[in-house]
């Protein structure tokens, strides 16, 4: 008898097994036994387990390769490959460890594992609980109901997509059922089944919206619009309905067992490992390591050592200490083919860090070369020519080291960074490790290495990056990121590496006596503040400040929080209109954070030697391509506000007799956005160098561009930008100030007038939803997994992050090929000019004087000719004694 909230989780083996096979790189154990596709199965049924928390579950296998379909259609499945034998051989090591998880195996002669998923899906429903069915497969869909839903896999094997009822209907626009009748319309190549020729799924969907069954669409031939399509259905409706029979999931199997059987009362963790121990898979061990006694698992770890999985072959690596002169030959003796090369540092900051060794190694030998003795970087130097392959992790920062020792790393020297390519992969991933790329793209735990210090760890994970190198090289190919790589991140890591080098040079005197003022003025604020509120108190302190707004002074509370009243920023702003000590408080917060976060902080980041800022760029950070920086961030310096924007004073030249020198791109993102929409009143106005905030408003509010005033151009400043981000009507209304209603309103009429905006919007949410990705005009990438999330919310943003990813996206890009074409040209110049810091999509420069106008030719002739566009892109450029003058 079953409890409430029971839980049945049904898994169709075959399709799982084969989705591992061909997602994992080629494994195998100390037996010389192919394991991927274990391996990624029982990832999966883990990760099923721990997520789905089942009380009951199955797993269900085809069995023979002929069932009773085939006496109906001979040709069923006959245009199927054979199954590789790589893959055959590993179903008995599958179910081996279904039987040791302790998980039911059903398989039935004559039925495939989708009948008896069906099955089980029926008397499951029947029996009052919910269902989960696990599969790469479409054709299970059919079965979604209220209470059976779907999990299909989607990228790797551990990432699937939910369908529920409505998931289904969204996704097809047919309700599951329907998922039979639009098989027997189209057919399914995968299967062999044959449809009616010519009609593919558009077709299909179209057809079924409006006659529901492939029966009636045969009953209302005479209907379907177009001759050749209803000669096509006319001809084959035999082979529609036997189509249909074919796609027909039975749930009528002959299952002898019951549900009370399948209930899942979880497994022996000692049996477990034995399996895991067996089959190599160490890390695997180490997750469930904590069920079992610790002696055991140290045994497990004995047992393993063979394992090719478990024990990469850096477990293997012979580790040589070098530090004198004399060895350094061995080194370079024993040395051949491609290498790994990782720099040792005692800080994560490598502007400050103090670099203490080398890390170099092929495969087979890996070298530790301490600079704690006699050695050097110089005594590495053949590793700088480009007559060796060289794999590193992070090119910039070694780029950074070297030149702090008086070497450099040059674009062609046979250097390859596995981070930038880990990164173009998968932008999404946050933070990228070395340590994550392993487990990531090889499929190989990082954990399981074996290393008695951290200088032999080092060793061990450099030896992995030749591996990745090839791994990335193929990946990168697949997906058209080569350009990107080669042409674009690759050379712009070695351009920032020389911008991080350079530094900015900050005048600390300035800063300390912007930082009085700053005190004098908050003091004052202060003095203001108690006077309107009529009582002093901690103005930093949310709850006496809650207290003083909504209790003494009785305004209307906006939100409350578990401590109190909320007084954040936006909750202040609003509140602003009902009492003169509110804008007094932002300002007071204002002028605080300029203190604290700025002047303070950019005074102790000043180098006493230099008197310059290192800031360090971060390249593989955004999901968008944008770069940033930290320590400190000059990207973030205030610029909306005149007493945030006089911090950039403080910046300045280098030499008394240079300048400062901004470039900055003209709307660069709306440009795109015309470029990518092709929309004429888009393109028009740039293309005519119009204002195009005011060709907004004239065009939108249908009035002249001599009648835009400051507010209705501020209004269509709002939407251009807005649009570009995806906003919704409730974002614009926020940012206006106006109801939703007219938000609304105002990003309709805009579409209206800009029908090319418009329909490029809807084709790109629409890509997206298709591919599960959008890329920029150079092909970066960006996945957006929730596109099909039924969280209204979670769905909508990944739409609007569709929407503005190709714009954003190629925007970096245009200015990252900007910078990569204007080191290059100032290279083979003869001019003193440098570029010092990126902001977006401003580019600072500081020259001689007598330079300023070469640089800005060179400059503007780059940057407006970075990409070509169907409308120009423009530069504004300034010039200054300081980055402030210079704006």
């Not at 080092?458 to 193929?474: A, E, G």
């Not at 009243?565 to 000590?581: F, G, I, M, N, R």
Request: hydrophobic share 40%.
């Amino acid at each position: 008898m079953t409890k409430p909230n029971s839980k049945l989780v049904v898994i169709d083996g075959n399709s799982i097994a084969y989705r591992a096979f061909f997602a994992l790189p080629e494994l195998s154990n100390a037996k010389g036994q192919y394991t991927n596709a274990v391996y990624g199965f029982t990832q999966m049924l883990l990760k099923l387990l721990q997520d789905e928390q089942p009380t009951h579950i199955a797993v269900a296998f085809d069995k023979g390769k002929k069932n009773f379909r085939h006496e109906v259609y001979q040709a069923y499945k006959g245009t199927r490959q054979k199954t590789p034998s790589e893959l055959s051989e590993q179903f008995p090591l599958v179910k081996q460890v279904v039987d040791a998880l302790a998980i039911p195996v059903i398989e039935i002669e004559n039925y495939e594992a989708d009948d008896i998923i069906g099955t089980l899906a029926s008397m499951s429903e029947a029996a009052g609980l919910h269902t989960v069915v696990v599969s790469g497969d479409k054709d299970l869909l059919q079965l979604v109901t209220d209470t059976v839903h779907a999990a299909l896999t989607r990228k790797g094997i551990t990432d699937v997509k939910y369908y529920d009822v409505e998931a289904v209907k969204e996704r097809f626009e047919l309700t599951p059922l329907q998922i039979i009748d639009l098989k027997g319309l189209m057919g399914d190549n995968s299967d062999n089944i044959p449809g009616v020729p010519g009609v593919g799924e558009k077709t299909a969907i179209k057809l079924l919206k409006q006659y529901h069954s492939v029966e009636e669409v045969l009953n209302h031939i005479d209907e379907v619009s177009g001759p050749k399509l209803r000669e096509r259905l006319n001809e084959n409706r035999d082979q529609a309905l036997l189509s249909k029979r074919l796609a027909t999931i039975t749930r009528e199997v002959p299952i002898s067992i019951t549900l009370d059987e399948l209930e899942y009362k979880g497994y022996d963790a000692g049996q477990v490992r034995k399996v895991f121990v067996d089959l190599g898979f160490k890390s695997l061990v180490d997750k469930i390591s904590g069920e079992i006694d610790n002696s055991t698992a140290n045994d497990a770890q004995d047992d393993n050592e063979g394992s090719s999985l478990a024990s990469h072959p850096a477990n293997d690596l012979s580790v040589a200490y070098i530090s004198k002169r004399k060895d350094l030959e061995t080194m370079w003796h024993d040395l051949n083919g491609h290498m790994g090369v990782m720099p040792d540092l005692d800080s994560e900051n490598y502007h400050v860090a103090d670099l203490k060794g080398m890390a170099v190694s092929d495969r087979d030998r890996g070298y530790y070369v301490s600079f704690e003795e006699e050695l050097s970087v110089a005594d590495l130097k053949p590793l700088w020519s480009d007559e060796l392959d060289k794999s590193v992790f992070n090119v910039k920062s070694l780029a950074v080291i070297l030149d702090s020792h008086g070497h450099t790393v040059g674009v062609d020297e046979g250097w390859y960074d596995t981070m930038i390519a880990g990164y173009l992969l998968n932008p999404s991933d946050g933070e990228l490790t070395l340590e994550s790329l392993v487990e990531r793209e090889l499929h190989i735990p990082a954990g399981g290495l074996r290393y008695e210090n951290s200088k032999e760890e080092l060793v061990r994970i450099t030896s992995m990056l030749p591996d990745l190198r090839k791994h990335f090289r193929s990946a990168l190919a697949a997906q058209e990121l080569d350009d990107l790589y080669h042409k674009v991140e690759f050379p712009l890591a070695l351009v920032l590496a020389k911008m991080e080098t350079l530094g900015f040079q900050v005048n600390a005197d300035w800063l300390k006596r912007y930082g009085s003022e700053l005190t004098i003025q908050l003091q004052e604020l202060m003095k203001q503040i108690y006077e309107l509120a009529g009582s002093e108190f901690n103005i930093n302190s949310p709850k006496q400040l809650g207290e003083v707004l909504f209790d003494k002074l009785a305004l209307p509370p906006q939100k409350k929080t578990k401590t109190g009243y909320s007084t954040s920023a936006d909750v202040l702003e609003k509140l602003a209109p009902y009492h003169d000590v509110v804008q007094k408080i932002l300002d007071y917060r204002q002028l605080g954070k300029l203190q604290s976060t700025y002047v303070e902080g950019l005074l102790k980041v000043i180098r006493p030697d230099t008197g310059r800022v290192y800031t360090r760029f971060h390249q593989t950070l955004t999901a968008t391509g944008r770069l940033s920086s930290s320590e400190p961030n000059l990207q973030n310096i205030p610029i909306r506000m005149e007493e945030g924007r006089k911090l950039r004073q403080a910046f300045e030249p280098s030499y008394p007799d240079w300048v400062i020198v901004s470039a900055d791109y003209s709307q660069v993102e709306l440009r795109i956005l015309a470029h990518l929409s092709g929309d004429d009143a888009l393109i028009e106005a740039f293309r005519n160098n119009m204002d195009i905030h005011t060709s907004t408003a004239a065009t939108v509010f249908e009035v002249a561009p001599e009648e835009v005033d400051s507010f209705l151009r501020r209004q269509a400043k709002a939407v251009n930008f807005g649009i570009v981000y995806g906003i919704s009507d409730y974002g614009l209304s926020q940012n206006l100030g106006i109801t939703r209603a007219h938000a609304g309103q105002l990003i309709k009429d805009y579409f209206d007038k800009f029908p090319g905006v418009a329909k490029y919007m809807k084709e790109i949410v629409e890509a997206a939803r298709k591919d599960g990705y959008v890329t920029t005009l150079l092909n970066r990438r960006r996945y957006l997994p929730d596109i099909h999330h039924r969280n209204y919310n979670l769905r909508s943003f990944a739409e609007r992050t569709a929407m503005n990813t190709p714009i954003q996206g190629t925007a970096a890009d245009v200015i990252k090929l900007a910078m990569v074409k204007i080191d290059k040209a100032l290279s083979d110049s003869n001019l003193s000019s440098r570029m010092m810091l990126q902001v977006h999509d401003e580019l600072i420069f500081e020259c001689p004087e007598k330079e300023v106008q070469e640089l800005t030719a060179l400059v503007e002739e780059n940057m407006e000719n970075a990409v070509a566009l169907n409308v120009p892109l423009r530069v504004d450029i300034n010039v200054g004694k300081t980055w402030y003058e210079a704006k």
